[in-house]
Nanobody, 121 residues
């Protein structure tokens, strides 16, 4: 069973930076889609960024130019570099994965437990 474990969350002031990590254990698929989502209590979960195994990335409009998603295949770790953070980025951040391209028909079926990001003004 694949396990995803997030880390790197914390509290920062607006304009600051954080780098989230998602360590994937027992992930043996050569083709994958990995993603970052976030959720604010009382609101719907929203997608933040995705990355395919071919390196294709996509971002939510509000984070474009500020966040960067990447994968270290040697370390089986997904990252989200977050710069110029805003109070509205405050949320629980989750990583997720599936063993096909992001545009494929199946849902993301592996999820981490989340890491909290809090941005103060």
């Amino acid at each position: 069973q694949v396990q995803l474990v997030e880390s790197g969350g914390g509290s920062v002031q607006a304009g600051g930076s954080l780098r989230l990590s998602c360590a994937a254990s027992r992930y043996t698929y050569s083709r994958y889609c990995m993603a970052w989502f976030r959720r604010v209590p009382g609101e719907e979960r929203e997608g933040v960024a995705t990355i395919d195994s071919d390196g294709t990335t996509s971002y939510k409009d509000s984070v474009k130019g500020r966040f960067t998603i990447s994968v270290d295949n040697a370390e089986d770790t997904l990252y989200l570099q977050m710069n110029s953070l805003r109070p509205e980025d405050t949320a629980m951040y989750y990583c997720a994965a599936k063993a096909e391209y992001c545009g494929g028909p199946n849902r993301l079926n592996f999820w981490g437990q989340g890491t909290q990001v809090t941005v103060s003004s």
